[in-house]
Structures are given as structure tokens and as C-alpha cells.
């Protein structure tokens, strides 16, 4: 079976990570694999690429970067053949094969991989204007509406989308980003600095405003605590604001992207790792993070809020402890669990196990399924 994926982000972008690991996971398993995502001029994370990497100009917020998008990926689904096209949102994805598939100028099955709620999570970030909102909402449902299947990545995400019309009957739950779990417990740790410092709180993921991630920073200078240090591993969105807020704190490092493998290698050190939400939006509620689930693989104790996005795989005092939704209960649950070793050890393994949930192989397991059942 030839299936094309394609996504309107770069390969350097952590959606990308689901991409790449279920390609790869379908190459071993006799399927060929293309990947078709957005160009980037940047060095490419993933030096190992087994499938073919095709990249095209666009941009995933901008409506030019969304329309240049649509254009060239035409003749490349054109000339592609694929039995199975996986697009992903945003709907740029999707455009060119619903109109080819129209025309009649293609045979493919066709899927459509909904991440997130990118349209909410646009107007809440402030990515395009409420205005457009409503217009995307209906070009997204109408191309959706072309496809043989849905895919949504969890539970909440499907009954939004079956509130708002989608048929329930295309709809398939396929929880988490498909971890390499076997390859994340062969990354060897980078080495830890034992003479500065002795416990590191980490974070892996964008740095943002809008990602909230200055209230990490406000909980860590509340911790009342000697040798501790916080990384954040991530793209910096907005340079100004986070150097003003650390550029006073030694024990604050910003590392700015780092390729994936790199990332996890830094993530095997952490002793504790967090992440912080407060905002109640259907665009976050719905969400799966990958980078809980590479906590979870990784064997990191986990401090996260209670927020639905984090209590969609995450249960308290089971694989993570999670405090209430503001930076100063968020202090006291990292320093709880600095305390209590005994009870950050249990937590670790018990969702190192739950990750296998979400691991690539049965996420693919379930993929296939799906294929199968559009290809009839």
C-alpha cells in the first residue's frame, strides 16, 4: 500500500513527530511511505528518514502560507498514486486531494488526522481574527465531509466535532502520537552535572505566552529551595518577555529548539518533569501533549495541572501528581514530589508502563485498521 501523509508544518515542528514515527513504523511493516510537509530552510531533526521527504513551501497559520501550501501540493498528489492519503489538519492539507478526488483525477482513499482543534487554537492564540473562525470551520467540515474516515486524537475531540455535525459513523479514536518507545530507552542521558546541581525540574515543548510557560517560571522562583535548576527545551517565541524574566536567574536555562533526539537525551536527566495549564478552551481541552506521553516513556516523574488536556492520560497519584490550575499550588506540587522520592519513583514507572498504551506499534495497529477499513 502507498500512503502519502501530509501536514502543513515542517519536519522540525513537534506535530512532525507522529509523522515521522508512524512512517517509519510503516515502512517496517511493507507499506511505502511519502511525507509530504511544509519547507523549511533549517537543519532537518530527523537525520535517519527512511521514507521519501517531500517539502513544499506554505505556512501554517498564514492564509498565504495555507494557499501556497494548497498549490504545490497539487501535482504532487497528483503524480503521487497513493492507495491512502493521510492529511492532517490544518486544512490545507486536505484541499488539494478533496478537489482532485472531485475531478476525478485521483483514486485515493482519503483520511483526515485531526491533531487539535487548529481553528480554535488559531483564535485563541491569536494567529488570525475571530472573523475568519467561522468561515475556516465550514471549509474544514465541507472537505471532511469528502473523506472516508476520520481520525481524531481523543475522546473529547470526537464529541466536539459530532456536536458541531461530522458524521459520527467516519469518526475513529486514535489516542497519542505513536512514541518510540524502544528508542527513547536506548537514548543514552546527557551527563549530569552532580557538583552544581542536584535536582532538575524540566519542560520540553514551544515557549510561549500563549503556551503559558512564564507560569513555570513564576512557580519555580516560588520553590524554597537550594540546588534546584529549571531547562525548558523548546523554541522561544517570544525572546523578550522569557529573557526578562530569567535573564536574573542562574539556575533558569532556556536551551531554544534542540533536535528531537537531543531533546529526549536532555529529558533522561530531568528528575522531574512538568508541564502547566490553566485556561479552559475547547482548543486545549482536547488535546493529547506529546510531550507528556515522552514523559511517560521516559521514565520522568510527571507535576502537570489538573486541566483536561493532562487528565485525558494522566491520573493523580497514579503516573503523575497534578495540582490545581495556578503557579502557586503548581510550586508546591514540584517541591512535594522533590520530598518524596519514594513516591516520584512509583510514579514513573507506573506511566513508563502506560505509555506502551501509546506506543508506535499500536497506534500503527490501529491505523491500519482504519486503512483497511476505507480501502475496503
Not at 476525478?104 to 485563541?124: P, T
Not at 534546584?228 to 524574566?245: C, D, H, N, R, V
Not at 530569567?246 to 536527566?269: N, V, Y
Request: proline share 5%; aromatic share 8%; hydrophobic share 40%.
Amino acid at each position: 500500500m502507498k500512503i502519502g501523509i501530509i501536514q502543513n508544518v515542517t519536519l522540525n515542528d513537534h506535530r512532525s513527530v507522529h509523522s515521522h514515527n508512524i512512517a517509519c513504523e510503516l515502512l517496517k511493516r511493507g507499506h511505502e511511505v511519502d511525507c509530504i510537509l511544509q519547507k523549511t530552510s533549517e537543519p532537518l531533526q530527523y537525520t535517519e528518514r527512511p521514507y521519501t521527504l517531500i517539502q513544499i513551501p506554505g505556512n501554517t497559520y498564514s492564509i498565504s502560507g495555507q494557499i501556497r501550501f494548497m498549490i504545490h501540493s497539487w501535482n504532487v498528489i497528483k503524480k503521487g498514486k497513493y492507495d491512502i492519503i493521510h492529511a492532517k489538519n490544518p486544512f490545507s492539507s486536505l484541499f488539494s486531494p478533496v478537489i482532485l478526488k472531485i475531478m476525478k483525477r485521483i483514486n485515493s482513499r482519503l483520511i483526515y488526522d485531526m491533531r487539535g482543534l487548529w481553528i480554535d487554537f488559531g483564535v485563541e492564540t491569536h494567529k488570525f481574527p475571530p472573523s475568519l473562525s467561522i468561515l475556516f470551520k465550514k471549509v474544514e467540515k465541507v472537505l471532511a465531509d469528502q473523506c472516508d474516515a476520520i481520525i481524531t486524537i481523543s475522546p473529547p475531540l470526537k464529541e466536539i466535532l459530532c456536536e458541531r455535525g461530522y458524521d459520527t459513523g467516519k469518526i475513529f479514536v486514535i489516542v497519542g502520537a505513536g512514541i518510540n518507545i524502544h528508542r527513547m530507552g536506548a537514548l543514552p542521558g546527557v551527563k549530569k552535572d552532580s557538583t552544581r546541581i542536584s535536582t532538575k525540574i524540566g519542560y520540553i515543548g514551544t515557549i510561549s505566552t500563549g503556551r503559558q510557560s512564564e507560569k513555570i517560571i513564576e512557580a519555580f522562583k516560588k520553590i524554597n529551595k537550594s540546588n534546584i535548576s529549571l531547562i525548558m527545551i523548546g523554541p522561544i517565541i517570544e525572546p523578550a518577555i522569557f529573557t526578562a524574566l530569567t535573564s536574573s536567574h542562574e539556575s533558569i536555562h532556556l536551551t531554544g529548539f534542540l533536535p528531537q533526539e537531543e531533546a529526549l537525551r536532555c529529558l533522561k536527566t530531568f528528575d522531574i518533569a512538568v508541564s502547566y495549564h490553566d485556561i479552559n478552551d475547547p482548543a486545549y481541552n482536547v488535546a493529547v501533549p506529546t510531550k507528556i506521553l515522552e514523559y511517560m516513556a521516559a521514565g520522568i516523574p510527571i507535576v502537570a495541572t489538573d486541566h483536561a488536556m493532562y487528565t485525558n492520560i494522566l491520573e493523580d497519584g497514579i503516573t503523575a501528581l497534578l495540582t490545581p490550575q495556578n503557579p502557586e499550588d503548581f510550586a508546591r506540587g514540584i517541591a512535594y514530589l522533590i520530598e518524596n522520592s519514594h513516591l516520584a519513583a512509583q510514579l514513573a514507572s507506573n506511566a513508563r508502563i502506560e505509555a506502551h498504551k501509546y506506543a508506535v506499534e499500536r497506534v500503527v495497529d490501529q491505523l491500519e485498521t482504519v486503512y483497511e477499513q476505507v480501502c475496503g
